[in-house]
């Protein structure tokens, strides 16, 4: 590890490899399963992620927006990219250009798309996404038939596929997974009817892939499972699934301070008997909750350091009272295994008032990710370190 580090993030790229490859085993050969890698893989790094993951049984990958798509494919990465979000006209000749395939719900970009697929000799296979219950993007059941029939007589256009996303997969309960599953289904067999064949059903997240066989259809969309993280409490996992993350800092300095002393902006915490406390350089500003202030707690030397003041941009501070042999450049695990205690993202989570989704996505850029496969390291994504 480069010694100018102050925080940065370690990915094991085996334990992405070992989710991705269970997943597969999961859902079996007949289905395909597509990597979710947007938000920069879930804070984990897009590129190394995806990689990864098409090595170990996933043979497509899917994102919300244009960008990243097209830095895969400046990387080489040539495999099937779905484009899951709103997309605005403009972005057609690119989506053309770098054979994306396009989310469509509107029928303006279904116009630029064709006019770009017809001006480049090409043809655009395009996804049509159903609202079967989640209200955000995507076209009321009822609108689907006629949608698909009128985007029929646009040039260069194909309908690969068709898709839904469920809105409480990760509920014990399943009757809302049921009631939309219904509604996706009545849907495909109006097509049917309309003599429009759908070669690609998808509507099976993460949530729905592990614990709703009767989801998997022709192929899941997994995301936070791939990472190894749960949906939610509430849906056990039915496979093994092995965290990647690790958020990791140093102990810059150890002071003690007097009875008295407030911590950090605000005086949020204020000292009551002579307490050592460890500054450690990891703040709000690489992507930590600050409602984790008081709340939280880190590991140094494999115990728990709890946090004392607020979480600044730059920097917590943990009491390490009880931990008397922590000096200065001990490593300190905010999220992940140290020694024989663990501090999960979804323990940072409930701190935070959130869920791991958050904790994980919301690391920044200034974060170096380190990834580790095989026992050793095997390259450092650097946005803003030499």
Known sequence: MRDDFVAWAEV????????????????????TVIAVVKANGYGHG???????????????????????????????????ILLLGYLPPAVASSVV???????????????????????????????????????RFGLMPGEVVDFVRALSNLPGLRLEGVFTHFACADWADGCWVDRQLALYLDVLQELQSAGITVPMRHVANSAAALARPDTHLDAVRVGIAIYGLRPSTQVPPCISLRPALTLKSRVAQVRTLPPGSGISYGR???????????????????????LISNRGAVLIRGRRAPIRGRVTMDTLVAEVTHIPEACAGDEVVIIGRQGDETISAEEVASWAETINYEVVTHLLPRLPRVYWQDGRMTAISEELYP
């Open 12 to 31: 094991d790229l085996d334990a992405i490899a070992h989710n991705v490859a269970a997943i597969k085993r999961h859902v079996g050969d007949k289905v």
């Open 46 to 80: 897009m590129e190394a992620v995806a990689r990864t993951a098409l090595k170990n049984g996933a043979s497509w990958l899917a994102l919300n927006h244009v960008h990243p798509a097209i830095a895969l494919r400046h990387k080489g990465i040539q495999v099937p």
């Open 97 to 135: 250009e770098y054979d994306l395939r396009p989310a469509l719900t509107t029928w303006e970009l279904a116009q630029a798309l064709s006019a770009a697929a017809q001006a480049a000799g090409r043809e655009v296979p395009y996804h049509v996404k159903v609202d079967t219950g989640m209200g």
């Open 268 to 290: 949020s915490y204020v000292t009551t008997e002579t307490t050592r406390v460890a500054l450690v350089p990891c703040g709000y500003g690489d992507g930590l909750m600050r």
